[in-house]
């Protein structure tokens, strides 16, 4: 998670596996969080709980993965 100065908070592991969810998601999709009304930092946490569910990494949330959310 960003801090409010855009520094790295929290888990280190959770955090690498958030930032690169959301590198992937503006270099593949032109994610640009700006466009749907959020800073960096909301964004990096909604990549954050999005890279917890997406088990397989592949930028997509399948039946199986949707299911581990309840």
Same mark, same amino acid.
């Given at each position: 998670m960003?801090?409010?100065d855009g520094s790295?908070?929290?888990n280190s592991? /959770?955090?690498l596996s958030a930032l690169l969810?959301?590198?992937r998601a503006e270099e593949v999709y032109g994610f640009v969080p700006e466009k749907y009304g959020l800073t960096?930092?909301?964004a990096a946490d909604i /990549?954050?709980?999005f890279s917890r569910f997406d088990v397989?990494?592949?930028g997509q949330l399948e039946q199986s993965?949707?299911?581990s959310l309840w």
């Open positions: 960003l801090g409010s790295l908070k929290g592991l /959770a955090n969810t959301l590198q960096e930092a909301e /990549a954050m709980v397989n990494e592949d993965e949707l299911r």
